[in-house]
């Protein structure tokens, strides 16, 4: 059975007509002017290889850091923090505010009263869709739950290992209840 042609055109005209009243929120078209195309040029090739250059350089100053207050501690055990490892923490706190400063993240703005540690001792972050949730991660040092091949990370993993953290395994089926009790 064959459907008459105006209708066919009707319903091309229709759905041309639908996309330019709806924008798709996946695409985003930039449009740059041409003095904006010379500025992103300008800091692409004087102010980005020195801001990579401060991140990477506070990064590898916070790696002994974290690696000295990691050497003779459990993996598995919570034990309490001792007086130097809470002066490591508060030294890696500001050499992590430091690093994110100088990669461009000046003030990270919070709205609302932050939750006292009585109230609300978790800080939670989903989908863990990008490295952005790295930032409070690390100006916090909150504990998290993070897939165990994350400690292998050669600088990253010893920074985690310094946070309290919980590593899972999705081939154990009673990691679960190990996180439990």
Known sequence: MRFPKRRRHAAVEDASEMSARFRNPFVHELKF???QKIKIGLMTV??????LFLAAFWMLLAWPFAFVATVGRADNTVEPVSWWRWLVDLALKAIMR???FSGGFHWVRVKG???LPSEAPILTLAPHSS???????TMTMA???MKAESKD???WGTLIKFIRRCFV???DPFMGRRLRD
Request: proline letters at 13%.
């Open 153 to 155: 990370i050669p600088v």
């Open 33 to 35: 002017t041409l003095l």
């Open 98 to 100: 430091a690093m994110w």
């Open 169 to 171: 395994s999705a081939s």
């Open 131 to 137: 490295y952005f949730d790295a930032i409070p991660v």
């Open 46 to 51: 004087t102010l980005l290889p020195f801001r």
């Open 143 to 145: 504990s998290i739950v």
């Open 113 to 115: 009263q932050p939750a």
